[in-house]
């Protein structure tokens, strides 16, 4: 006895068993849970996920308002709708505060900076009257230095006095240009300074750039894990494919081990027509067609109590197939049973798998298929039934 739609039930990537919903002979709708996975892995690993994600998001958030230059962060709707979860709070308000710091820092950094400047502003403007003094200075010694010079040509003075006076005139031109020079590297500090105001900023875009991308491929890959945790999360709940009995289970132990792939149950469904498979002898093939009338007899039941049922021939297999273990050949068909004739059965389950005689209706004489046991066998049985 073979089902037209018996649905195994398996899962792809396996794990521990935590509950036992369903058990051989349990009927069962479709999506029903039939096992349900140990979660506690799975969960811990979604949570890591998702925790790490919503970091890497509050960081990216962070980013891009330094990168824009504004005066607060604009957070994802997706931490916002969670911000009195505990978690997400300290979160959010760790990012704030950094950003608050780093935008704080640079902003303590360039002052500092401007403060120089005007430093070196004020130290021009020193050198600058220092200058202005020095010239009148020099000025009043050029007055003298030129009588001096007519007197000495009149010889009304000494030598000494007019080298004095030259002497004095070297020395203030010389401290004038001193303060000139001076005056020249502050300016060139004040250059050199608001080089380094504008290489802050510089610096901040660069550095927030570079962690920005790496935020964002972080994010992609995290959000790749997260759907994954969670399909694997929704996989613990395993679901029967459709309504039917539940058969075969080979999950019984809470605690065991289900590995990926494997059946663990099979799932009939009530409603559809069971069929039945019968081998037939070569001799016999050219005697069959689809249609043909059956008479089904379950030797699994009682055989005083048991009707026989009435199918149809609903295939024939159009090649010869050769047990590998017997070395004998034979031809395959199925056999159709209704609805309405497996009713007929009452109390009485149908499973697949269970052994079936089959008699092919084949004109004016019955023909025996290809039995799954040998008719001697059958008919000795039912000799010594009592």
């Given amino acids: 006895m073979v089902e037209s739609n018996v649905k195994k039930v398996q899962h792809p990537t396996g794990g521990v068993v935590g509950e036992l919903r369903a058990r051989d002979g349990d009927v069962v709708k479709a999506g029903d849970v039939v096992v349900r996975l140990d979660d506690t892995v799975t969960k811990a690993n979604l949570a890591i996920v998702t925790k790490n994600l919503d970091a890497a998001l509050a960081r990216a958030a962070r980013l891009q308002a330094e990168q824009r230059g504004i005066d607060r962060i604009d957070f994802p709707q997706s931490l916002l709708d969670r911000g009195n979860d505990y978690d997400v709070k300290t979160l959010l308000s760790a990012e704030t505060k950094l950003f608050d710091v780093r935008v704080n820092g640079r902003a303590g950094q360039k002052a500092q900076l401007r403060e120089r400047i005007q430093q070196l502003n004020e130290e021009i403007e020193g050198l600058s009257a220092q200058e202005r003094a020095k010239d009148k200075e020099i000025s009043l010694v050029q007055q003298e230095l030129t009588g001096v010079r007519d007197l000495y040509e ?27 020079a001076s005056r020249a590297q502050a300016k060139g500090k004040i250059t050199e300074t608001e080089l380094q105001i504008i290489q802050v900023d510089k610096d901040m875009v660069s550095e927030v750039s ?87 007899r379950l030797s699994a039941f009682n055989q005083r109590t048991t009707p026989e049922l009435n199918g149809v021939v609903s295939r024939v297999s159009p090649d010869v197939t050769t047990d590998q273990r017997t070395g004998q050949s034979y031809y395959t068909i199925r056999v159709s049973l209704p609805a309405e004739e497996v009713v007929r059965l009452g109390d009485s389950k149908l499973i697949p798998g269970m052994p079936v005689e089959a008699f092919v209706q084949t004109g004016d004489r019955t023909m025996l298929s290809y039995l799954m046991k040998p008719l001697h066998d059958q008919l000795m049985r039912a000799f010594r039934e009592k």
């Fill in 154 to 180: 009149k010889h009304l003075v000494q030598i000494s006095r007019l080298t004095t006076l030259e002497r004095d005139s070297a020395r203030l031109n010389g401290e004038r240009a001193q303060y000139i």
């Fill in 210 to 296: 570079k962690d920005l991308r790496e935020t964002n491929d972080k994010i992609g890959e995290l959000i790749e894990r997260k759907v994954a945790a969670e399909d694997q999360l929704r996989r613990v709940d395993i679901r029967a494919p459709q309504d039917g009995m539940v058969l075969q289970s080979t999950v019984h132990t809470v605690g065991g081990v289900v590995t990926a792939g494997d059946a663990l149950m099979l799932i009939v469904p009530q409603a559809d027509d069971l069929q039945v498979e019968a081998k037939v002898n070569p001799v016999d093939i050219d005697k069959l067609q689809i249609g043909q009338k059956t008479l089904l």
